[in-house]
Nanobody, 116 residues
């Protein structure tokens, strides 16, 4: 069974940091994770889901303008895992963060709350 499992969310004060992880397992991921583009999305209450960052199979990255310079997406193909390092967090970063694989798979989401 194909799964994307996120972890690392939580409550953090403005200016703080969190590192999200997304572990891919099952089925085809075992053999093709390294050639699969991955992404992080987020959805705040009452808003549409939006793309935050992407990482291609060759590790080329792209970011939403509002997170450039603060967030870093990376991947460890040996562990079938993609990460999102989030620094200098702001209250407007509060959302449920979802991992997405470019095969149409989504994780269950992890809550990130930035509040004092």
């Amino acid at each position: 069974q194909v799964q994307l499992v996120e972890s690392g969310g939580g409550l953090v004060q403005p200016g703080g940091s969190l590192r999200l992880s997304c572990a891919a397992s099952g089925g085809i991921f075992g053999s093709i994770f390294s050639s699969t583009a991955m992404a992080w999305y987020r959805q705040a209450p009452g808003k549409q889901r939006e793309l935050v960052a992407t990482i291609a199979s060759g590790s080329r990255t792209n970011y939403k303008d509002s997170v450039k310079g603060r967030f870093t997406i990376s991947r460890d193909n040996a562990k079938n895992t993609v990460y999102l390092q989030m620094n200098s967090l702001k209250p407007e970063d509060t959302a449920v963060y979802y991992c997405h694989a470019d095969l149409g798979y989504w994780g269950q989401g992890t809550q990130v709350t930035v509040s004092s």
